[in-house]
C-alpha cells in the first residue's frame, strides 16, 4: 500500500498491533516511535501522521490532513455480475485506475448464484476498494451497487443525464477508441459491461431501445477484469485530451 487509509471511526483509538496496517507502518515502511508516514481518510483527504506512542495496545497516532481534494473521476461503470474472484479484482483495480461508481448488475446471462457469494456479505467487497484506492496513493473510493437489473441501471442513469455507451463484441462495427476520437467534445462518463457470457438478445433490445451505443475494444476476447482495465484506460486517456 502506498497510503494508509482509515475510516472516520478509527482516529481517535489506537491501531491494534494485530492490524495489518501496524505490521505495513512498523515492518514494511520501517516506522518507530516519532516517525511519519502518509495516511488518508478514506473519502476525505491525505495527510501525515506521526507515531507519539507505541504500546500493547496498538499504535497511539497523531494525525495532520492537508487540505481535502476532490475525487478524479466521476466515470460510473456497470457490469453484469461475474464470478466473485473476478468481482475481487474488478473491485479492486478499478478504484485504482479510477471509477466513481461500480455497479454488479443483473442481466438475463448473469450467474444468480454469484449476487450470493460472501464477498458480498462480509464486507470483503469494501476492503478490497481500500486496497486499490492504497495502491492509488488515493482516498477516495466507489460508490458500489448491487443487484439492480440492466434496466433500472441505464433508466437511473438516463434520469441524471448520464451519457453511457456499452461494450458488445458481436454485432458492433464500432471500436471504443474510435468513438472516443470521434466524440471528444461529448465523451461518455459511463460504460455497460456485460456478463462472461455476454448479452442477449434481450439485454440488447434494452440497450437499443435507449439508444446505447454498442462498440467493441477489438477481436479479441478478453477476461472481463481486462476489459475494465483497458476501458478506464480508454476513457481517462480521453479525457486528458479533451
Request: hydrophobic letters at 40%; aromatic letters at 6%.
Amino acid at each position: 500500500m502506498n497510503i494508509v487509509l482509515f475510516e472516520p471511526s478509527e482516529i481517535g483509538p489506537p491501531l491494534p498491533l494485530l492490524d495489518p496496517r501496524s505490521r505495513h507502518i512498523t515492518k514494511v515502511l520501517r516506522r518507530d516511535l516519532r516517525d511519519f508516514f502518509d495516511v488518508g481518510l478514506i473519502n476525505g483527504p491525505r495527510g501525515k501522521a506521526q507515531i507519539v506512542k507505541m504500546g500493547n495496545d496498538g499504535l497511539h497516532l497523531e494525525f495532520n490532513w492537508d487540505q481535502p481534494h476532490p475525487p478524479d473521476t466521476v466515470t460510473k461503470l456497470a457490469i453484469g455480475f461475474p464470478r466473485p474472484q473476478t468481482a475481487r479484482d474488478i473491485l479492486r483495480d478499478a478504484t485504482s485506475i479510477g471509477v466513481g461508481e461500480l455497479s454488479f448488475i443483473r442481466t438475463n446471462r448473469s450467474d444468480p448464484n454469484y449476487a450470493n457469494s460472501s464477498l458480498w456479505s462480509n464486507g470483503e467487497w469494501r476492503r478490497q476498494t481500500i486496497t486499490g484506492a492504497a495502491q492509488a496513493f488515493d482516498t477516495f473510493i466507489p460508490e458500489v451497487r448491487r443487484h439492480e437489473h440492466l434496466a433500472e441501471t441505464v433508466e437511473r442513469w438516463i434520469a441524471n443525464g448520464v451519457k453511457a455507451v456499452a461494450l458488445d463484441l458481436y454485432d458492433c462495427t464500432l471500436g471504443l477508441a474510435q468513438y472516443l476520437e470521434i466524440n471528444t467534445a461529448n465523451l461518455p462518463n459511463a460504460v455497460l459491461i456485460g456478463p462472461e457470457r455476454g448479452w442477449d438478445d434481450a439485454d440488447r433490445a434494452i440497450l437499443n431501445t435507449q439508444r446505447i451505443p454498442r462498440l467493441h475494444l477489438g477481436p479479441r476476447v478478453l477476461r472481463t477484469e481486462t476489459a475494465v482495465a483497458v476501458t478506464l484506460g480508454l476513457l481517462h486517456a480521453a479525457v486528458a485530451r479533451a
